[in-house]
């Protein structure tokens, strides 16, 4: 039952013997390519509740996930370069492990990029706003600026609404994305750099203002709330949390199939490219530390709150109120740093860059969305009808427009910090699956011709697995309790429609001439 229905992996590899890829990609270009897609939403966005979690100690907590995800990259590399087509860890699951597990893995994806383009959403809207602000002094009410907070009272979820109902700024950025996909709006690879040049000269420039006025006090505390807290809290807890800083990396194994040598490039493109955005990340977050501090904000007991409960919210409004509010409570941690510390022009240059390149990642997390529902609707696990593509456009522009929806409906509702809690919960349940998948492989078909072969991969494997289980274990309780509760609705669908529809099930199994697994959208991922 679970093993079953395997999808050949020959059936797989066929369409890419019929659409091969040019091998030109250096370990450079790899590198370039792997920074480019790492660096962006995280460390603008997240920076405020990392510090919330674990104070100066989430520089500690950068360095962790970037390790996980190093570990996990080189798993997912080897996989990558064996199934070099479309569908990311659901078509290596589907030819590994079987059709069922395959659509726990491509269920968790979908929690994954969805909840993960809401909290870009979420994430958008406060920098936008706060610019808008301090360049013009217009405020949204807040009732439309955020949406309400939630927490638990006696083990009791409540919704408060004192602080917010709706985040009308992330609905409208989700519905112009959403429009754009549907009409086929494509970005070129030169936009693509630009976007990737802005991102990177925003931080760096943080980095450079910052440093020079660190104050040594600040970091002490250094870990306030330990190095495992709980509910979250701590150093671990924290890099459960930036975990979400990292998403993207994959990008470079995905390309193992344009890669010159990809056995020494792709390890060099991977590990690369993480360090680089490590340091960056490292640099960055010991900047909003050592200028403005980072310690949590803490109840009348000196308890450290939760960064995303009503109890938070609450004390933060009070501390506005009397204008002592800590960078903990910002929603646009990097920009309000450099305002903070006597750089205002520069931070709302900063609030800028962020406004102009987190609609692209946006754009990748919907894009994203829709290719994992075109690949599981193509091989029968869901309504057929939703890869529908429109009669101008040629894109799918159904199955985009009902991620578009229920993007939009989260960003309204959710803050952004557990809404990247969530999103990681799919994500670390899909690479931990990709890890086991690899040792499996090794064992099943160890004759296998593997372009790239994980190092050490009997230690490296089980360390990623590992990893990802304990940082899973290490997010809010919410967040851990989101992933078995969706994949409950996700074995109800499987059993009652989807396993006596599939394609395999059914003997079906096409050799696609053209590489479908991309839909016909004219737009690619960033």
């Not at 250094?222 to 809290?233: A, K, R, S």
Request: aromatic share 10%; net charge neutral; glycine share 10%.
């Amino acid at each position: 039952m679970i093993f079953d229905r395997i999808k050949p992996l020959d059936a797989i590899l066929a369409t890419a013997e019929k659409k091969s890829l040019h091998r030109s990609l250096g370990a450079f270009q790899l590198t370039m390519l792997g920074i480019g897609a790492v660096i962006g939403t995280g460390i603008f966005v997240l920076t405020a509740a990392a510090a919330q979690k674990a104070g100066p100690g989430m520089m500690f907590s950068f360095v962790i996930a970037g390790f996980v995800c190093a570990v996990a990259a080189l798993c997912y590399s080897e996989l990558a370069s064996m199934v070099p087509v479309s569908g990311s860890a659901y078509t290596y699951t589907y030819a590994v492990m079987g059709e069922l597990l395959a659509w726990m893995v491509g269920w968790a994806l979908i929690l994954e990029y969805a909840v993960a383009a809401s909290a870009v959403c979420v994430g958008w809207s406060g920098y936008v706003m706060g610019l808008v602000e301090n360049l013009t002094g217009f405020t949204l009410p807040g009732a439309l600026s955020s949406g309400p907070a939630w927490g638990f009272a006696g083990g009791i979820p409540h919704v408060d609404f004192s602080h917010g109902v709706v985040n009308l700024p992330a609905i409208v950025v989700a519905a112009v994305v959403t429009w754009l996909l549907v009409i086929g709006t494509s970005e070129s690879a030169s936009v693509n750099a630009v976007l990737v040049a802005i991102k990177v000269t925003a931080l760096t420039a943080f980095i450079v203002l910052s440093f020079p006025i660190l104050k040594g006090e600040n970091f002490t505390p250094l870990m306030p709330t330990g190095l495992l807290g709980h509910d979250g809290l701590g150093v671990v807890g924290a890099a459960a949390t930036i975990f979400f800083a990292y998403v993207g990396f994959d990008a470079v194994s995905t390309a193992a199939e344009e890669t010159k040598n990809p056995q020494r490039n792709v390890p060099i493109g991977l590990i690369g490219s993480l360090a680089i955005c490590t340091v960056f990340y490292f640099l960055v977050a010991a900047g909003v530390v050592g200028t403005v501090g980072a310690q949590p904000v803490r109840d009348a007991a000196g308890a450290v709150l939760p960064p995303d409960g009503a109890g938070f919210a609450a004390r933060c409004t009070e501390l506005r109120a009397l204008g002592e509010a800590p960078i903990v409570c910002s929603d646009e941690a990097l920009a309000e740093t450099l305002r903070i510390v006597g750089f205002p022009i520069i931070g709302n240059l900063v609030g800028l860059a962020a406004s102009i390149a987190l609609p692209s990642v946006i754009l990748m997390m919907i894009y994203g969305q829709t290719r994992i529902f075109f690949v599981m609707a193509r091989d029968g696990l869901l309504p057929e009808k939703l890869a529908d593509v429109h009669p101008k456009f040629k894109t799918p522009w159904k199955m985009t427009i009902f991620t578009g929806i229920c993007v939009a409906i989260a960003a309204a509702f959710f803050p952004v910090g557990q809404l990247a809690d969530i999103s990681n919960s799919g994500t670390l349940f899909a690479f931990f699956m990709v890890a086991i998948a690899v040792m499996m492989l090794r064992r099943t078909d160890p004759d296998r011709f593997r372009p790239f072969r994980t190092p050490f991969v009997w230690v490296i494997a089980p360390i990623a697995a590992i990893g990802c289980l304990g940082l899973y274990l290490n997010l809010p309780f919410v967040a851990k309790m989101v992933l078995p509760v969706w994949g409950a609705i996700g074995l109800a669908i499987y059993f009652f429609y989807s396993r006596k529809r599939s394609h395999v099930g059914l003997g079906l199994i096409e050799v696609h001439e053209e590489d479908s697994d991309v839909p016909p959208s004219a737009a690619p991922p960033i």
